[in-house]
């Protein structure tokens, strides 16, 4: 059973960048044609899909998030993460990290259980 | 604003049967596949529905999905308690994944 967990700050300052883990156990990130993606949810609002990698390292991003977010894989820790520049009260969300079925049909089949990441001074 | 659209509420009684619709365009689910996720109270959202119509092992068959055109359905039959939860739909729009605004499920 695939199981993800994030992990790193809960409070991030103004203008700094946020940076995320997830450490992905029951199996390897690289087995399988799966791509690995991170989403937020701002509180009690909707998903928003932030950007995805595959183990090659070719990413996907947001459109609107794009020129701030860096996502990369260490696949000798099992890991991805992200890093979001320039950060904002706006970035305040619970951060899930997914894996990612991606073509043809885009699903997230596993999730973490979520980060809270705060921004504020 | 999201780009699929879902009505912010919907709701029945133990043992009806609801449907959350799901609009957006052909970008979206005009020309990809819908997926559709619970996320219960305090906890992360769980894959319910992947491509239109297709359940994971687990999910019981009183959730099932359906797609026409650029429109997607989610219904439940025979609502229990445990099912008052939010409900997303997503689709891959172009470039990027797209989320509808979800859809709060109350079980009266």
């Known amino acids: 059973q695939v199981q993800l967990q994030e992990s790193g700050p809960g409070l991030v300052k103004p203008s700094q960048t946020l940076s995320l883990t997830c450490t992905v156990s029951?199996?390897?990130?690289?087995?399988?044609?799966?791509?690995w993606s991170w989403i937020r949810q701002p509180a009690g609002k909707g998903l928003e899909w932030i950007g995805r990698?595959?183990?090659?390292?070719?990413?996907n991003y947001n459109p609107s998030l794009k020129s701030r977010v860096t996502i990369s894989v260490d696949t000798s820790k099992n890991q991805f993460s992200l890093k979001l520049s320039s950060v904002t009260a706006a970035d305040t969300a619970v951060y899930y990290c997914?894996?990612?079925?991606?073509?043809?049909?885009?699903?997230?089949?596993?999730w973490g259980q979520g980060t809270l990441v705060t921004v504020s001074s | 604003q999201s780009v699929l659209t879902q009505p912010p509420s919907a709701s029945g009684t133990p043992g009806q049967r609801v449907t959350i619709s799901c609009s957006g365009s052909?970008?979206?689910?005009?020309?990809?596949?819908v997926n559709w996720y619970q996320q219960l109270p305090g906890t992360a959202p769980k894959l319910l529905i992947y491509?239109?119509?297709q359940r994971p092992s687990g999910v019981p068959d009183r959730f099932s999905g359906s797609k026409s055109g650029t429109s997607a359905s989610l219904a439940i039959s025979g609502l229990q308690s445990e099912d008052e939860a939010d409900y997303y739909c997503?689709?891959?729009?172009?470039?990027?994944?797209?989320f509808g605004g979800g859809t709060k499920l109350t079980v009266l």
């Open positions: 997914a894996r990612d079925k991606g073509w043809p049909s885009y699903y997230f089949d596993y």
């Open positions: 029951g199996g390897s990130i690289s087995s399988g044609s799966y791509y």
């Open positions: 990698i595959y183990t090659s390292g070719s990413t």
């Open positions: 052909s970008s979206n689910i005009g020309s990809n596949t």
């Open positions: 491509s239109n119509n």
């Open positions: 997503a689709a891959w729009d172009d470039s990027l994944v797209v």
